[in-house]
């Protein structure tokens, strides 16, 4: 029988909606390897001018550096920041141990990304206590499993004021907004916070005179619809604080590694070389998570920022970052832009569980798992002494691939269907 307290929970709270979010997630990783980065302005990414901010720690933020921004006017805006190189498989490493934390607390969790998930708690006060206490004890646990690591939470009934929630008391904040006042917390914020309102949509309300989402409530949905279409309905309804979408599995949909390079290529056996590069970190990734790839796609920015993409259907899918060389060295002969480029980037799609059953091509099979077994050592050296360890020869001749600053090393998520 449920206690009468559990009945008042459930007459406030008809769903209970968590959202976690790492806070400046690679630098805090950073400065918990390296005592001698806390306290201090940091900025993951590329020294290289031409690279960008993947994230500036809490110390740096005050001087106007933010995630996305050009190296060089972070430089500028920050001289005394320190400036450390990505590493992306410690950041996936640590986050893999925050997921499994969130798996203790809920069985449906949906990963938006390495630093961030929702969380569906509704049913779990009988076992972790009210929202507010959901949050505390949340952020207890990751701390711990970290080794140190702040998350801030939001709580609330739905997925979009949870997720406003988690990002309005950064960093190590929680905060809970309790259905019934949902909308009146929300009025007073910026049309910014709303989900889907980039900064072209955010002129344009601005020019409507709409400027917090309580102008939006107030604007009524006739009106909304009029200038802004099927977006003026989505506004009106996050503005009440309505947003029925549940929390879905999430399952990865690509691997892929992108780098903005230190000086322009041109030259065939120049991009193939940090082709070369990309497909290592992808194969490693790739055995690591249990996953083969179908198809492998070619990504290349020219100096004037066009983006160029090829892509191709694998025969059989894959893990060996041979094969993802190869086919991806075969895509440059469609690009006919001659260059020069001032990104390379290669992604492996259409991903499979290792365990799921593959018909296998009737050639060439022991090559190819001599190559597997070859890179499967290489990972293991890898993890006991750093990826920097071994190396391919083309790549320390290339004196392109040097001063390289890696801007995206991502997994991309798609809904699970199941």
């Known amino acids: 029988m449920s206690s009468p307290r559990r009945n008042l929970l459930q007459q406030r709270w008809p769903r209970v909606v968590a959202h976690a979010d790492m806070d400046a997630f690679y630098a805090a990783v950073e400065q918990l390897d390296d005592p001698t980065l806390r306290g201090r302005p940091v900025l993951v990414g590329g020294r290289s001018n031409r690279g960008v901010v993947l994230t500036a720690s809490y110390e740096a933020r005050p001087f106007g550096v933010g995630s996305a921004m050009p190296m060089a006017r972070a430089r500028k805006l920050c001289a005394q920041a320190l400036i450390v190189p990505p590493r992306f498989e410690r950041y996936q490493e640590i986050s893999e141990c925050v997921m499994r934390v969130f798996e203790d607390f809920s069985p449906q969790v949906e990963a938006l990304s390495l630093d961030e998930a929702f969380l569906e708690m509704t049913g779990a006060e009988h076992v972790f206590g009210e929202p507010a206490q959901i949050g505390r004890r949340l952020k207890a646990a990751v701390y711990e499993a970290t080794g140190g690591l702040s998350v801030s939470v939001g709580l609330s009934a739905t997925k979009y004021v949870a997720k406003v929630a988690s990002a ?3 960093p190590d904040g929680l905060t ?6 949902a909308r009146r917390w929300l009025a007073p914020l910026p049309v910014a916070r709303l989900w889907g309102a980039g900064p072209k949509t955010q002129q344009r309300l601005t020019a409507l005179g709409l400027h917090t989402i309580g102008d939006i409530a107030a604007a009524g949905l006739d009106y909304l619809q009029q200038h802004l279409g099927s977006a003026g309905e989505h506004f009106f309804e996050l503005a009440h604080a309505r947003d029925p979408r549940a929390i879905s599995r999430r399952s990865a949909r690509s691997i892929g590694c992108e780098r903005t390079l230190a000086e322009d290529v041109s030259a065939r056996a120049a991009i193939q070389v940090h082709l070369q590069r990309s497909a290592d970190t992808i194969g490693r990734r790739l055995r690591r998570k249990g996953y083969r790839a179908r198809g492998v796609r070619v990504k290349l920015k020219t100096t004037r920022f066009e983006l160029l993409t090829r892509q191709r259907r694998l025969p059989e899918a894959t893990d060996v970052a041979g094969v993802l060389y190869a086919a991806g060295a075969g895509l440059l002969d469609e690009f006919e832009h001659p260059g ?6 290669l992604a492996a799609y259409e991903l499979t569980q290792t365990t799921e059953f593959q018909q296998l091509a009737l050639f060439d099979v022991d090559t190819r798992q ?9 990972d293991d050296i890898s993890e006991r002494f750093g990826p920097a360890l071994v190396q391919r020869a083309s790549t320390l001749a290339d004196p392109s691939a040097r ?4 801007t995206l090393d991502f997994l991309d998520v798609d809904t699970d269907d199941d």
């Open 176 to 181: 809970v907004v309790p259905p019934q006042d």
């Open 370 to 378: 001599r190559q597997r077994r070859l890179e499967s050592a290489l």
């Open 168 to 170: 309005h008391d950064k």
């Open 340 to 345: 020069p480029f001032r990104l390379v980037g």
């Open 403 to 406: 001063g390289m600053a890696p």
